[in-house]
Protein backbone atom coordinates (compact mmCIF):
# COMPACT_ATOMS: atom_id res chain seq x y z
CA UNK A 1 0.00 0.00 0.00
CA UNK A 2 1.18 3.67 -0.49
CA UNK A 3 2.30 5.75 2.65
CA UNK A 4 -1.61 6.58 4.65
CA UNK A 5 0.08 10.46 4.68
CA UNK A 6 0.77 12.86 1.63
CA UNK A 7 3.74 14.36 2.41
CA UNK A 8 5.16 17.97 1.65
CA UNK A 9 7.28 19.03 -0.15
CA UNK A 10 8.92 20.23 3.18
CA UNK A 11 8.64 16.76 4.61
CA UNK A 12 10.27 15.32 1.70
CA UNK A 13 13.15 17.47 1.87
CA UNK A 14 13.63 16.40 5.23
CA UNK A 15 13.59 13.17 4.55
CA UNK A 16 16.23 13.79 1.11
CA UNK A 17 18.37 15.27 3.82
CA UNK A 18 18.18 12.34 6.42
CA UNK A 19 19.13 9.75 3.52
CA UNK A 20 22.23 12.21 2.04
CA UNK A 21 23.21 12.30 6.09
CA UNK A 22 22.43 8.39 6.10
CA UNK A 23 24.88 7.66 3.43
CA UNK A 24 28.20 9.62 3.95
CA UNK A 25 27.96 8.37 7.46
CA UNK A 26 27.41 4.71 6.39
CA UNK A 27 30.34 5.00 3.42
CA UNK A 28 32.79 6.64 5.99
CA UNK A 29 31.99 3.51 9.09
CA UNK A 30 32.53 1.08 6.10
CA UNK A 31 35.45 2.59 4.91
CA UNK A 32 34.01 2.33 1.32
CA UNK A 33 32.00 2.54 -0.88
CA UNK A 34 29.89 5.43 -3.32
CA UNK A 35 29.38 8.74 -2.59
CA UNK A 36 28.55 10.91 -6.07
CA UNK A 37 26.37 8.46 -7.95
CA UNK A 38 24.09 7.57 -4.38
CA UNK A 39 23.99 11.57 -3.94
CA UNK A 40 22.97 12.63 -7.03
CA UNK A 41 19.91 10.22 -6.87
CA UNK A 42 18.13 10.98 -3.42
CA UNK A 43 15.59 12.71 -4.46
CA UNK A 44 14.31 10.40 -7.42
CA UNK A 45 14.28 7.99 -4.84
CA UNK A 46 12.61 9.19 -1.79
CA UNK A 47 9.64 10.63 -3.95
CA UNK A 48 9.60 6.95 -5.36
CA UNK A 49 9.05 5.21 -1.92
CA UNK A 50 7.40 7.94 0.12
CA UNK A 51 4.84 8.61 -2.65
CA UNK A 52 4.85 6.81 -6.04
CA UNK A 53 5.20 3.59 -5.31
CA UNK A 54 2.10 1.07 -3.84
CA UNK A 55 4.08 -1.07 -1.75
CA UNK A 56 4.02 -2.03 2.01
CA UNK A 57 7.16 -1.95 4.59
CA UNK A 58 5.16 -4.62 6.85
CA UNK A 59 5.19 -7.09 3.55
CA UNK A 60 7.96 -6.55 1.25
CA UNK A 61 6.82 -9.83 -0.56
CA UNK A 62 3.44 -8.37 -1.41
CA UNK A 63 2.47 -9.52 -4.70
CA UNK A 64 0.92 -6.82 -6.03
CA UNK A 65 3.25 -4.35 -4.92
CA UNK A 66 5.35 -2.22 -7.73
CA UNK A 67 8.71 -2.96 -8.01
CA UNK A 68 11.60 -0.91 -8.57
CA UNK A 69 15.01 -2.27 -10.03
CA UNK A 70 17.97 -0.08 -9.49
CA UNK A 71 20.40 -0.93 -12.42
CA UNK A 72 23.20 1.40 -11.23
CA UNK A 73 23.46 -1.10 -8.30
CA UNK A 74 27.07 0.74 -7.45
CA UNK A 75 24.68 3.61 -5.70
CA UNK A 76 22.88 0.87 -3.38
CA UNK A 77 23.42 2.33 0.15
CA UNK A 78 21.44 5.60 -1.38
CA UNK A 79 19.00 2.79 -2.31
CA UNK A 80 19.18 1.31 1.25
CA UNK A 81 18.72 4.65 3.16
CA UNK A 82 15.75 5.37 1.45
CA UNK A 83 14.12 1.81 2.77
CA UNK A 84 14.91 2.51 5.95
CA UNK A 85 13.85 5.55 6.13
CA UNK A 86 10.31 4.23 4.75
CA UNK A 87 10.66 1.42 7.54
CA UNK A 88 11.35 -1.85 5.81
CA UNK A 89 14.90 -1.76 8.56
CA UNK A 90 16.05 0.40 11.41
CA UNK A 91 18.12 2.98 10.41
CA UNK A 92 20.70 2.13 12.55
CA UNK A 93 21.22 -0.99 10.70
CA UNK A 94 22.57 1.18 8.04
CA UNK A 95 25.74 1.09 10.01
CA UNK A 96 26.56 -2.58 9.02
CA UNK A 97 27.30 -1.45 5.36
CA UNK A 98 29.35 -3.60 3.25
CA UNK A 99 30.34 -5.48 6.88
CA UNK A 100 31.07 -9.47 6.49
CA UNK A 101 27.09 -10.84 6.89
CA UNK A 102 25.33 -7.62 6.69
CA UNK A 103 22.33 -7.96 4.43
CA UNK A 104 23.53 -3.77 3.14
CA UNK A 105 26.05 -5.44 0.81
CA UNK A 106 27.74 -3.16 -1.87
CA UNK A 107 25.02 -4.10 -4.62
CA UNK A 108 21.86 -4.90 -3.77
CA UNK A 109 20.62 -8.25 -2.92
CA UNK A 110 17.50 -9.51 -3.23
CA UNK A 111 18.03 -12.46 -1.24
CA UNK A 112 19.04 -10.65 1.96
CA UNK A 113 17.84 -7.04 2.10
CA UNK A 114 13.99 -6.13 2.42
CA UNK A 115 12.63 -3.87 0.03
CA UNK A 116 14.96 -4.93 -3.10
CA UNK A 117 13.14 -6.38 -6.12
CA UNK A 118 16.12 -7.57 -8.37
CA UNK A 119 20.01 -7.79 -7.44
CA UNK A 120 22.02 -5.83 -9.42
CA UNK A 121 25.58 -4.46 -10.16
CA UNK A 122 26.19 -5.86 -12.95
CA UNK A 123 26.30 -2.65 -15.36
CA UNK A 124 23.23 -2.75 -18.44
CA UNK A 125 21.11 -5.49 -16.92
CA UNK A 126 18.53 -3.94 -14.70
CA UNK A 127 16.67 -2.57 -17.68
CA UNK A 128 16.12 -5.75 -19.11
CA UNK A 129 14.74 -7.36 -15.73
CA UNK A 130 12.35 -4.45 -15.73
CA UNK A 131 10.99 -5.22 -19.44
CA UNK A 132 10.40 -8.99 -17.99
CA UNK A 133 8.57 -7.91 -14.72
CA UNK A 134 6.53 -5.48 -16.66
CA UNK A 135 5.56 -8.25 -19.33
CA UNK A 136 4.95 -10.35 -15.93
CA UNK A 137 2.57 -8.11 -14.80
CA UNK A 138 0.38 -7.98 -18.33
CA UNK A 139 0.54 -11.94 -18.60
CA UNK A 140 -0.65 -12.25 -14.97
CA UNK A 141 -3.17 -9.73 -15.17
CA UNK A 142 -1.62 -7.42 -12.58
CA UNK A 143 -2.02 -3.80 -12.51
CA UNK A 144 1.70 -3.50 -10.54
CA UNK A 145 4.09 -1.03 -12.12
CA UNK A 146 7.48 -1.05 -12.55
CA UNK A 147 10.45 1.05 -12.64
CA UNK A 148 13.65 1.31 -13.17
CA UNK A 149 16.66 3.26 -12.93
CA UNK A 150 19.51 3.83 -15.00
CA UNK A 151 22.65 5.45 -14.52
CA UNK A 152 23.84 7.92 -17.17
CA UNK A 153 27.35 6.15 -18.02
CA UNK A 154 25.38 2.37 -17.83
CA UNK A 155 23.57 3.42 -20.73
CA UNK A 156 26.76 3.04 -22.77
CA UNK A 157 25.83 -0.84 -23.04
CA UNK A 158 24.17 -2.07 -25.33
CA UNK A 159 21.77 -4.05 -23.31
CA UNK A 160 20.18 -1.29 -22.50
CA UNK A 161 19.01 -0.43 -26.28
CA UNK A 162 18.05 -4.14 -26.48
CA UNK A 163 15.59 -3.55 -23.79
CA UNK A 164 14.68 -0.64 -24.99
CA UNK A 165 13.83 -2.13 -28.28
CA UNK A 166 12.24 -5.29 -26.91
CA UNK A 167 9.74 -2.68 -24.43
CA UNK A 168 8.29 -0.66 -26.91
CA UNK A 169 7.46 -3.65 -29.25
CA UNK A 170 5.72 -5.11 -26.33
CA UNK A 171 3.60 -1.25 -25.91
CA UNK A 172 4.98 -1.50 -22.17
CA UNK A 173 2.75 1.27 -21.09
CA UNK A 174 3.52 -0.27 -17.01
CA UNK A 175 7.36 0.26 -17.69
CA UNK A 176 8.76 3.37 -16.51
CA UNK A 177 12.99 3.97 -16.87
CA UNK A 178 14.28 6.87 -14.89
CA UNK A 179 17.94 7.91 -16.12
CA UNK A 180 20.39 9.50 -13.29
CA UNK A 181 22.12 11.87 -15.84
CA UNK A 182 24.60 13.29 -13.69
CA UNK A 183 26.87 13.69 -16.48
CA UNK A 184 29.95 12.55 -14.46
CA UNK A 185 31.08 8.77 -14.87
CA UNK A 186 33.71 6.94 -12.86
CA UNK A 187 36.72 8.06 -14.42
CA UNK A 188 35.52 11.86 -15.58
CA UNK A 189 36.38 13.68 -19.26
CA UNK A 190 39.47 14.94 -18.80
CA UNK A 191 40.39 14.53 -22.70
CA UNK A 192 39.45 17.06 -25.25
CA UNK A 193 37.52 14.67 -27.45
CA UNK A 194 35.90 12.98 -25.02
CA UNK A 195 32.06 12.75 -24.40
CA UNK A 196 29.29 12.96 -22.27
CA UNK A 197 27.69 9.45 -21.25
CA UNK A 198 24.73 10.24 -23.10
CA UNK A 199 23.67 12.96 -25.77
CA UNK A 200 20.44 14.04 -26.64
CA UNK A 201 18.71 11.30 -24.60
CA UNK A 202 14.84 12.03 -25.24
CA UNK A 203 15.47 12.45 -29.08
CA UNK A 204 16.80 8.51 -28.46
CA UNK A 205 14.37 7.30 -26.82
CA UNK A 206 11.35 8.80 -28.84
CA UNK A 207 13.07 7.46 -31.89
CA UNK A 208 12.58 3.52 -30.20
CA UNK A 209 9.12 4.67 -29.65
CA UNK A 210 9.39 5.49 -26.35
CA UNK A 211 7.45 8.68 -24.45
CA UNK A 212 10.36 10.85 -23.13
CA UNK A 213 10.09 13.57 -20.09
CA UNK A 214 12.77 15.74 -19.22
CA UNK A 215 13.31 17.01 -15.68
CA UNK A 216 15.06 18.51 -12.56
CA UNK A 217 15.82 15.46 -10.63
CA UNK A 218 16.12 17.18 -7.56
CA UNK A 219 13.22 19.25 -8.21
CA UNK A 220 9.88 17.06 -5.87
CA UNK A 221 7.24 18.83 -8.55
CA UNK A 222 8.97 18.19 -11.92
CA UNK A 223 9.65 14.47 -10.01
CA UNK A 224 6.06 13.89 -9.26
CA UNK A 225 4.55 15.87 -12.25
CA UNK A 226 6.66 13.44 -14.45
CA UNK A 227 5.87 9.94 -12.63
CA UNK A 228 1.84 11.33 -13.13
CA UNK A 229 2.30 11.80 -16.82
CA UNK A 230 3.67 7.89 -16.70
CA UNK A 231 0.39 6.88 -15.55
CA UNK A 232 -1.53 8.60 -18.19
CA UNK A 233 0.60 7.13 -21.06
CA UNK A 234 -0.73 4.13 -23.27
CA UNK A 235 0.38 2.01 -25.54
CA UNK A 236 3.84 2.89 -24.86
CA UNK A 237 6.37 2.59 -21.98
CA UNK A 238 7.92 5.71 -20.42
CA UNK A 239 11.46 6.97 -20.39
CA UNK A 240 12.48 10.11 -17.77
CA UNK A 241 15.58 11.69 -18.46
CA UNK A 242 16.21 13.50 -14.47
CA UNK A 243 19.28 15.72 -14.79
CA UNK A 244 20.76 15.75 -11.99
CA UNK A 245 24.32 16.64 -9.91
CA UNK A 246 26.98 14.28 -9.00
CA UNK A 247 27.33 14.28 -5.06
CA UNK A 248 24.46 16.45 -5.05
CA UNK A 249 24.56 18.22 -1.62
CA UNK A 250 27.94 18.44 -0.74
CA UNK A 251 29.72 21.60 -2.02
CA UNK A 252 33.35 19.97 -2.23
CA UNK A 253 32.14 16.91 -4.33
CA UNK A 254 29.35 18.34 -6.74
CA UNK A 255 29.88 17.55 -10.08
CA UNK A 256 33.68 16.36 -9.81
CA UNK A 257 34.69 12.77 -10.56
CA UNK A 258 36.74 11.75 -8.01
CA UNK A 259 34.26 11.28 -5.85
CA UNK A 260 32.41 8.42 -7.89
CA UNK A 261 34.02 6.12 -5.33
CA UNK A 262 36.10 7.90 -2.23
CA UNK A 263 35.21 7.57 1.36
CA UNK A 264 35.28 11.09 2.96
CA UNK A 265 38.20 11.38 5.57
CA UNK A 266 37.62 12.76 9.16
CA UNK A 267 37.50 16.36 8.47
CA UNK A 268 35.40 15.76 4.96
CA UNK A 269 32.92 13.79 7.13
CA UNK A 270 32.68 16.73 9.42
CA UNK A 271 32.15 19.13 6.59
CA UNK A 272 29.29 17.08 4.94
CA UNK A 273 27.68 16.84 7.81
CA UNK A 274 27.44 20.61 8.74
CA UNK A 275 26.64 21.37 5.42
CA UNK A 276 23.54 19.19 5.23
CA UNK A 277 22.71 19.53 8.19
CA UNK A 278 22.75 23.56 7.84
Not at 51 to 57: A, G, T, V, Y
Not at 104 to 121: C, E, F, L, W
Request: aromatic share 8%; glycine share 8%; no cysteine.
Amino acid sequence: MKSEFSPSKQQLADIAKNVRINVIKAVYHAKGGHIGGPLSAVELLVDLYFRELKIDPDNPLWDDRDRFVLSKGHSAIALYSVLAERGFFPVSELMTFDAIDSRMQGHPDMRKTPGIDMSSGSLGQGLSTGVGMALAARRLKKDFRTYVMIGDGESQEGQIWEAIFVAERYKLDNLVAILDNNKVQQFGWQHPLALPPIERAAEKVKAFGWHAIEIDGHNFVEIQNAFNEAREVKGKPTFIIAHTIKGKGLSFAEGKYTWHARVPNDDELQLALKELNG
